[in-house]
């Protein structure tokens, strides 16, 4: 079964401009969780989508937003960049929600310059 | 979610049992112990997880202690591809909850 993919794998950015990365869950999942990962702050929770629901929210600004399409696939959404905003975005998927048990993809990598 | 304490590095000769512990003294009767690891680079991969009693999968075992307080989470012939920072994360299984809180991690380095 192939595992959770996430498209762009790297992305160079300006200040300012926005960027939206994409994740595909394992082929069932109805979760999809996303991360942010920076040296400084470790690896951070941002949102969760279940059933096209935004059903979990971590601290970030509301520049930071995403959404879930119907066969499960999930965007995010980072409006006007900031450089702090360069970052491994991790998305991971799970089946029922709420076991704990994730699939994490490999990342995209954003830069912003 | 309970707090978990991770040392920050070990090392482990190729081919003898990693143990890496984790203390969660502040862990719930119904908070769960979760283990990933993250080798550079990559995506976290899930390892095993339990409550209360000793688990055992293809990759690892983890071990509770019977108060729960604290936990150790076995690989049994570690090779360099062992490397990589391993998460314990304490959590509840609600429906609905799928936050993971990551905390620091130990670093664990395979010696050849």
């Known amino acids: 079964k192939a595992g959770v993919t996430q498209t762009p794998r790297y992305l160079i950015k300006t200040r300012g401009q926005q960027v939206t990365l994409s994740c595909s869950p394992i082929s069932g999942h109805r979760s999809v969780s996303w991360y942010q990962q920076t040296p400084g702050q470790g690896l951070q929770f941002l949102f969760e989508y279940f059933s096209e629901t935004q059903r979990n929210k971590g601290n970030f600004p509301g520049r930071f937003s995403g959404r879930q399409f119907s066969n499960s696939r999930s965007e995010m959404n980072v409006s006007t960049l900031e450089l702090g905003d360069s970052a491994l975005y991790l998305c991971?998927?799970?089946?029922?929600?709420?076991?704990?048990?994730?699939?994490f993809g490999p990342g995209t990598r954003l830069t912003v310059t | 979610d309970a707090k978990t304490t991770q040392p920050p590095s070990m090392d482990c000769a190729e081919g003898r049992a990693a143990n890496l512990p984790c203390n969660h003294s502040t862990i719930s009767g119904n908070e769960y112990v979760y283990w990933y690891r993250q080798i550079h680079s990559q995506g976290p991969q899930y390892i095993i997880h339990?409550?209360?009693n000793n688990e055992t999968n293809e990759m690892a075992s983890l071990i509770i202690t019977e108060d729960r307080k604290s936990s150790t989470l076995i690989l049994p012939h570690a090779t360099l591809r062992d490397t990589a920072v391993y998460y314990c994360i304490v959590r509840p299984n609600n429906f609905g909850n799928e936050k993971l809180t990551f905390g620091t991690g130990t670093r664990l380095t395979i010696i050849p």
């Open positions: 339990g409550l209360k």
């Open positions: 991971a998927s799970s089946w029922t929600g709420g076991s704990g048990e994730q699939y």
